[in-house]
């Protein structure tokens, strides 16, 4: 059997982890292709929408990364993602759905490789956690 | 009067303090040269990955034209600026307003056009040496990019270690590199040159008593900022050098090449303090159980909200600090640990074991700077740092040259910012004409109507750089996408090797084949739609429909193992681009004419700097100050620390004030209202019962501070209670009871850095100084006590320390918890302390007690930030949209402050601060159109309830609910396209250009599908 890649979408800011993502290809960081990169100008303008979209329609894993505390472009959206996205896994935790499948990082535009890392990191506990079971229910 | 100059800077240094000269004179149309020695730009700042007051970076703030990318790479986009990289200044001719500049341009070996960064070169170089940043815990080969970030982004061939072996010419397929290269002499002609040198870091072997270099696991500071940094190998967790483990004791010794005569350091860093607490705190954040402890003599927190900053390290994060002096450090032969030695205040020696140890370096002023100034002809100070007057902190001693940021004296970040911008405003006040400049206008882009368009005219171009791309992706695969969609018309390869020719060629094509959408798929999307989003507008689609995959960055580069994986991943990139490019609805990019006049609140020095700037290059100004004077509180100001005239300066300051015809000054007046947004302001004035209406593009808060009144200490129960400035109008005067007076005891921190006022005013330390020795001066026979908690004499203040101790002043220290008491009977004043020196309570008779009470808020501000929509800081001075990198500007552009409202400083800060202000403001109306933020916020009102939920998600106030229609609007000229709106939205009113929701889900199904 061939083995599990987990499809990671991710959802980044224009300004800080986008541009960190770039820099990693620049620097040609080598990761793994299993992650699928959403430009948005700011992590406050992550809706929860899109994340439960993501995962409904079949990412093992969402990502959204922004600016570090302080740094967010537009004075507070990184506040204002960390607040939703923790209420989102409260939520999906009650219903039983694994909320680390979520994960909400700071990455800058100088921090490539922490951008890189993190992904292998994610698609490394994705891949313990195996595919995304709203996937199958989905599919009955 | 007409200014027949050459209008392009020449700035050398390209550190923070170069960049934002730059960022600023590029908006004002200079052409700007960036003269940089190192391979790339950025000085020490890439090194730096958190900073202090905020433990955050926030440099990005530092751009005119928020929201921006980090300055490295807003400098490397931008128009009129010119990256001049790898070159050294040779010789200097002419003079203000034209200077003929030579400088070479050193081999860089490499072709930075031909270059793929494919990093074969780098992997056979056999040359392994200390990397630059890397502080001599990283290497780095012969053939090297700079940093991960370097902008521009190439490799260089370090001349002094490379052996020429030839290794890398065998593996570079582009043929890029070339061994043969040689230095070119070049010429530039400038009108004005900003020098932006920064500092270096001290040796720290050369304090060998603390064995760095010697003892594995003592590492200097820099060092250990860059083992901090995430983008480091430690990966942002710190590790002892001798066997890597994480320590969990580090000591920081402060004062390493600083406030040490005996190294030839006489002054003190200014920075180190706050870095070390930086650090320390950083370090406990990433792992809770480490402890940390600061060895120092005094903690210089001075700057705006540092106090605070200090008092959270210690009682939140319960670093331990220790004034004392170290005796020895021993390593230990086992665990490599350090032995501690170290005397505390009261004599007591202790001993301490440490897992690792820090230096706090202070800083020097850089290599071989002498030479450079002797070219230039700048006189240096008796530290080799750049002479300036004390009234004119920014220029030099040449007309013409101008200085900015660490090379004037070490100094953190919001001060060089303030610097740097100090520095823009006298290059535009020498070059500057605002009434000549060149004014495009009202016209219009000639757009296209796309809005109604029939069908879409879409152009997709495969940016590959020197085939990387078709190295790592199957691009027919890709372009097979294209081939079945009737809305493309045209699919283009084209080589960005060059952004600049590339960028033209996209341009041709769109013109040729009308497109009115463009997606861009390969490498450097970001850099090229920067580039394009002025040609789009200007040719054919009205705005920036266009999206860019970056199928370079994103899939080639990073997964160059696995083709077939990384195609698949390149395609669904570019079917979602393609997608948000087909949905982008059409729209005109909002622009709006801005008002040339600035209207300056306040007639203090500051204001007054700020006015006098903006009327040198011809702007008009109105000049609003309340009482009937002008000069506020250096009214009662008589001289510096340093010796000079303040009331000469103030004289000269207020009679170019009242003459200069682009002026105009209204006394006794106040600001009523302020209504409006940047570059549209109105406001009204009312002036001797009379109101007035004034136009503006900008403002400028100047409204000053006030002398804080203790209400201890007998202080106005007691004649001889006085505080430092009534002292000082005493000296100056001369006055007998001052001069004649025998035993002089100053108290400092009276109502400063205590539970009511937690903020250190940061002049007092500087004024008790400054009036001991001038009393010293009238009487050397006087006895002087100064009664202090931390001395806080600054930069090159600190040599009016030393002197005030050699000339006998005694300064002896006390807790806040052991306050100095004060007994006033029959009218003979008492003052007793504990001095802990010599381990005794003392007491004495005083003539006078001087009381250093510091600097308070002027009350005002409440009312001013209520008319004018600012925010007050917690001790109610102006609070700052950014504390590192928008010093000086409000949240919302258009409103800038600058002298005491902004924070306590002495004066030479406060007029740095005034012209900083007034460069900030004239950057953003030079030009008679202001366009606003891309991607704004829109309003189906369709859908709209007026609910208002919007309107309080907004972080820029840019959202109003319409009292007639009962639904949102967006104001424009306020929205910076978040678009954290639109998903605060119940309805889906409100949307976002590009990020609409329904095509974020859109894009969704080709990204998973
Ligand atoms: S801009 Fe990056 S998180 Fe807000």
Redesign the pocket.
């Known amino acids: 059997m061939q083995e599990f890649e987990p499809r990671i979408v991710a959802f980044l800011?224009?300004?800080?982890?986008y541009t960190g993502a770039d820099l990693a290809g620049t620097s040609r960081l080598q990761y793994p292709p299993n992650i699928r990169i959403v430009r948005l100008?700011?992590?406050?303008a992550v809706d929860t929408i899109y994340v439960l979209k993501a995962l409904i329609e079949g990412a093992d894993g969402v990502l959204i990364g922004?600016?570090h505390p302080g740094?967010?472009?537009?004075q507070t959206?990184?506040y204002k993602?960390r607040r939703r996205i923790t209420i989102l896994k409260k939520i999906l935790n009650r219903f039983g759905y694994d909320e680390d499948r979520i994960w909400l990082r700071w990455i800058s535009a100088s921090e490539g490789k922490l951008f890189a890392d993190t992904t292998a990191q994610m698609v490394e506990e994705l891949k313990d956690k195996g595919p995304n079971p709203i996937k199958q229910l989905w599919m009955v | 009067m007409s200014k027949d100059m050459n209008r392009d800077v020449l700035v050398i240094g390209g550190g923070i303090a170069g960049m934002q000269s730059a960022l600023l004179l590029a908006e004002k149309d200079h052409r700007i040269y960036v003269l940089e020695s190192a391979p790339a730009i950025g000085g020490f700042f890439p090194l730096l990955d958190r900073t202090f007051p905020t433990n955050s970076c926030g440099v990005c703030f530092m751009s005119p034209k928020p929201?921006a990318y980090c300055p490295i790479y807003e400098s490397d986009f931008h128009e009129n600026i010119e990256l001049l990289t790898n070159c050294e200044l040779k010789d200097l001719a002419g003079q203000a307003g034209n200077f003929e500049v030579s400088y070479v341009e050193k081999p860089r070996f490499v072709d930075i056009e031909k270059c793929d960064l494919c990093n074969r070169c780098v992997e056979v170089c056999p040359v392994e040496v200390d990397s630059e940043l890397g502080a001599g815990i990283e290497k780095r080969k012969a053939i090297h990019l700079p940093f991960a970030q370097a902008i521009p982004r190439s490799y260089v061939i370090d001349e002094t270690s490379c052996t020429k072996c030839g290794d890398c010419l065998k593996v570079c397929s582009p043929g890029a590199i070339n061994l043969q290269d040689k230095s070119r002499e070049r010429k530039l002609n400038v009108g004005a040159i900003v020098l932006g040198f920064g500092f270096e870091p001290f040796q720290g072997e050369n304090k060998g008593e603390y064995g760095l270099g010697r003892y594995k696991n003592v590492v200097s500071s820099i060092q250990y900022e860059r083992m901090m940094s995430f983008s480091s190998s430690t990966g942002g967790l710190p590790g002892r050098p001798s066997d890597g483990k994480r320590p969990k004791k580090v000591a920081f010794i402060q004062c390493v090449g600083s406030r040490d005569p005996s190294c030839g350091q006489g002054y003190c860093s200014s920075i180190c303090c706050m870095y070390a607490t930086k650090q320390a705190m950083v370090s406990k954040e990433r792992d809770k159980e480490l402890e940390a402890a600061i060895f120092y003599m005094d903690i210089r927190a001075m700057g705006k909200d540092y106090e605070r900053y200090y008092e959270r390290a210690k009682q939140e994060y319960g670093i331990r600090y220790l004034r004392s002096a170290i005796s020895a450090v021993r390593e230990l032969q086992r665990s490599k640990c350090l032995m501690f030695t170290y005397g505390l205040e009261n004599g007591q020696l202790e001993e301490e074991e440490f897992d690792m140890v820090v230096l706090s370096l202070g800083f020097i002023p850089p290599a071989r700077v002498k030479e450079t100034a002797e070219r230039l002809g700048v006189e240096l100070n008796e530290y080799n740092f750049c002479l300036t007057d004390e009234f004119r902190p920014t220029e030099t001693s040449v007309p013409g040259i101008y200085v900015a940021g660490a090379f004037r004296e070490p100094r953190d970040i919001p001060e060089t910012v303030v610097e740097a911008s100090s520095a823009a405003a006298d290059v535009s006040g020498l070059l500057d004409d605002f009434e000549q400049r060149a004014v495009e206008e009202e016209e219009f882009f000639e757009e296209k109507d796309i809005a109604d368009e029939e069908s879409l005219a879409i152009g997709v171009f495969i940016c590959d750089n020197r085939g990387v791309l078709a190295q790592g992706l199957d691009i027919e695969e890709i372009t097979r996408l294209f081939e079945q969609d009737p809305d493309i018309v045209c699919v283009e390869k084209v080589n960005i090797t060059s952004l600049k020719k590339g960028a033209d060629e996209i341009k041709n094509k769109i013109a040729e084949k009308e497109l009115t959408r463009v997606v861009i798929a390969g490498h450097r999307g970001m850099a090229l739609s920067k580039a394009l989003r002025s040609v789009c507008k200007a040719v054919s689609t009205g705005s920036c429909l266009l999206d860019y995959a970056n199928i370079g960055e994103q899939c080639a580069n990073v997964h160059a193992l696995d083709s077939p994986a990384a195609t698949s991943k390149a395609k669904s990139l570019v079917q979602a681009s393609l997608r948000k490019a087909k949905l982008a609805v059409p729209r005109r990019a909002g622009r709006k004419r801005v008002c040339s006049r600035v209207l300056v609140v306040g007639g203090g020095i500051s204001g007054l700097s700020s006015g006098l700037s903006l009327a040198e290059q011809g702007m008009d100004v109105t000049l609003v100050e309340k009482s009937d004077k002008l000069g506020g509180i250096a009214r009662t100001a008589y001289y510096t620390l340093k010796g000079s005239d303040i009331q000469a300066l103030l004289r000269d300051m207020v009679s170019r004030v009242e003459a200069h015809p682009k002026i105009e000054v209204l006394k006794g007046s106040e600001l009523k209202a302020l209504e409006g947004t940047w570059g549209s302001y109105h406001s009204l004035i009312s002036a001797d019962g009379e109101e007035k209406e004034i136009l503006h593009g900008a403002v400028i808060f100047a409204t000053g501070g006030r002398e804080a009144l203790p209400d201890e200490y007998f202080f106005g129960k007691n004649e001889n209670v006085l505080t430092q400035k009534s002292f000082e109008r005493l000296l100056a005067g001369r006055e007998e009871k001052a001069a004649k007076a025998k035993t002089v005891v100053m108290i400092q921190c009276v109502g400063s850095r205590d539970e009511k006022h937690p903020y250190c005013s940061r002049v007092c330390c500087g004024q008790a100084v400054k009036n001991a020795l001038k009393l010293k001066e009238l009487n050397p026979e006087a006895d002087v006590y100064v009664l202090y908690r931390d001395m806080r004499t600054y930069g090159f203040y600190e040599k009016y320390y030393h002197e005030a101790r050699g000339k006998g002043v005694i300064f002896v220290r006390y807790e806040p918890q052991a306050r100095p008491e004060v007994s006033a009977s029959s009218g003979t004043l008492r003052v007793s302390f504990f001095d802990s020196v010599v381990k005794e309570r003392i007491s004495l008779e005083a003539d006078l007690l001087v009381l250093s009470s510091g600097i308070a808020p002027n009350e005002d501000n409440h009312r001013l930030a209520e008319i004018a929509g600012l925010e007050l800081n917690a001790d109610g001075f102006f609070a700052e949209a950014n504390p590192k990198a928008a010093p000086l500007d409000s949240v919302d552009r258009g409103k800038y402050f600058c002298g005491l409202s902004h924070s306590p400083n002495h004066i030479g800060d406060a007029i740095c601060q005034g012209k900083a202000a007034a460069a900030r403001a004239s950057a953003l109306i030079w030009n008679a159109f202001q366009e606003y933020a891309d991607n704004q916020a829109y309003v189906n009102e369709r859908l709209c309830s007026g609910c208002g939920i919007c309107v309080s998600a907004c972080p820029y106030d840019a959202r109003i609910i319409d009292e007639v229609s009962n639904k949102a609007n967006v104001l424009e000229d306020l929205c910076k396209g978040?678009g954290t709106c639109v998903i605060s939205c119940p309805n889906g009113a409100s949307q976002q250009y590009d990020f609409e929701r329904s095509t974020i889900l859109d894009i969704l199904d080709e990204v998973i599908g």
């Open positions: 800011c224009n300004w800080c982890t100008m700011c992590t406050g922004g600016c740094d967010c472009h537009y959206g990184n993602a | 929201p978040c």
